[in-house]
T-cell receptor, first 114, second 111 residues
Framework: DTGVSQDPRHKITKRGQNVTFRCDPISEHNRLYWYRQTLGQGPEFLTYFQNEAQLEKSRLLSDRFSAERPKGSFSTLEIQRTEQGDSAMYLC????????????FGSGTRLTVV | EDQVTQSPEALRLQEGESSSLNCSYTVSGLRGLFWYRQDPGKGPEFLFTLYSAGEEKEKERLKATLTKKESFLHITAPKPEDSATYLCAVQANQAGTALIFGKGTTLSVSS
């Protein structure tokens, strides 16, 4: 297990199209998070799963965004009807229940909406 | 409102020139403060978690300290490979599991 994997690394899409990103967390981690980061800013929290249950969602997560984590393993983040303002790096992280070891982030999916 | 402010925004050091990065926070009850390092085009890499005022943690040339209002990341005798953006984040009582990040300090170390 080499860490958190995200796919694709880069995605360019036209405004109005739907996109889906995948995250494979560290297998022992039951917690999974999605964050969004724009240039010059720190990551912003989007949503959190414990196993397959989505327990927290940010006000930033509009109804065009949906996330799933079937069977408590990998997760997907879908953005419908993309807008130029959705252009950002989408980061996935996973963790154990303790925060002592922090969260392990993936390398992210860079989304560009043209 | 919970918030995190990091300073300076950017810092240039000569190799071997020690310095400190600051993270000040305003939260409704601190559950934990985190330091991360982020290289261009990559996700943040975990460095430290601090839980209470007075706590200190060290890793190689880095040392993190915590008070009731702020945290410092001290870099001793930095090397060019320490060049990165350093992010501070807090987890607050009213914010669930979410980490609230600052904008980061971009450190450049030249030889």
């Amino acid at each position: 297990d080499t860490g958190v994997s995200q796919d694709p690394r880069h995605k360019i899409t036209k405004r109005g199209q739907n996109v889906t990103f995948r995250c494979d967390p560290i297998s022992e981690h039951n917690r999974l998070y999605w964050y969004r980061q724009t240039l010059g800013q720190g990551p912003e929290f989007l949503t959190y799963f414990q196993n397959e249950a989505q327990l927290e969602k940010s006000r930033l997560l509009s109804d065009r965004f949906s996330a799933e984590r079937p069977k408590g393993s990998f997760s997907t983040l879908e953005i419908q009807r993309t807008e130029q303002g959705d252009s950002a790096m989408y980061l996935c992280a996973s963790s154990l229940e303790t925060t002592y070891y922090g969260y392990t982030f993936g390398s992210g999916t860079r989304l560009t909406v043209v | 409102e919970d918030q995190v402010t990091q300073s300076p925004e950017a810092l240039r050091l000569q190799e071997g020139e020690s310095s400190s990065l600051n993270c000040s926070y305003t939260v409704s009850g601190l559950r934990g403060l985190f330091w991360y390092r982020q290289d261009p085009g990559k996700g943040p890499e975990f460095l430290f978690t601090l839980y209470s005022a007075g706590e200190e943690k060290e890793k190689e040339r880095l040392k993190a300290t915590l008070t009731k209002k702020e945290s410092f990341l001290h870099i001793t005798a930095p090397k060019p490979e320490d060049s990165a953006t350093y992010l501070c984040a807090v987890q607050a009582n009213q914010a669930g599991t979410a980490l609230i990040f600052g904008k980061g300090t971009t450190l450049s170390v030249s030889s």
